[in-house]
Structure formats: C-alpha cells, structure tokens
Nanobody, 121 residues
Framework: QVQLVESGGGLVQPGGSLRLSCAAS????????MAWYRQAPGKQREVVAT???????NSADSVKGRFTISRDNAKKMVFLQMNSLKPEDTAVYSC???????????????WGNGTLVTVSS
C-alpha cells in the first residue's frame, strides 16, 4: 500500500511564502512523475507544477516565477516552494505521484489528502 502525506499548509499574508512537502511511503518500487495540484473553493482542480524523475519541470502560467517544484528521490519526497503568495492562491493543495509498486506492475496514480493554504490579510 502506498501513501502520500502532505504538510506545510497554513495561513499566510499576501506576499508571504510557504513550503509544502509531500512524502511517499509504503510498497514503492519506483516513482515516476510527481506533481502538485490545487483546488480552490467552487473551482475545478488544476495542476500547479509537475516534475519528472529526471528533474524536468512544468509549471502553470499563473505560478511561474513564484512557485518552484523540487524533489528528493532518495527520500521519496516532493516539495513546492511558494513565494509572493496572492489571495487567489488560496486552495487545497494535493500531491500526486505516478508509482510502480513492483517490477511487474503497471504504475498508477496516487494522491495525498491535501493541505489547505489560505492567503489572507
């Protein structure tokens, strides 16, 4: 069984910073792409940033220059450094990873439960 657990959310003032972390644990053979998604109240979930196992990164236009995704393959973790936060960044942020649990199993999508980020004065 695989688990993804996020941490680091909270309340921050506009212009502030937060760093989200996500740790994968359980029966893991290999982790491929990892990503952060977010869902604001009343809106659909959207991808924030993705990172491959080789370190290739894609980010949403709305966060480019402000958010940075990174990963530590040895620790099975992915991070999201969020700077210059705006009220419109308020959302539940969820970690996603494509994980193979054995050499013979196809990789599958796994999700964390999410962590709430609130940007407000």
């Amino acid at each position: 069984q695989v688990q993804l657990v996020e941490s680091g959310g909270g309340l921050v003032q506009p212009g502030g910073s937060l760093r989200l972390s996500c740790a994968a644990s359980g029966s893991i053979f290999n982790i491929y792409a990892m990503a952060w998604y977010r869902q604001a109240p009343g809106k659909q979930r959207e991808v924030v940033a993705t990172i491959t196992s080789g370190g290739n990164i894609n980010s949403a236009d709305s966060v480019k220059g402000r958010f940075t995704i990174s990963r530590d393959n040895a620790k099975k973790m992915v991070f999201l450094q969020m700077n210059s936060l705006k009220p419109e960044d308020t959302a539940v942020y969820s970690c996603n990873a494509v994980i193979a649990t054995s050499r013979v199993e196809y990789a599958a999508d796994y999700w964390g439960n999410g962590t709430l980020v609130t940007v407000s004065s």
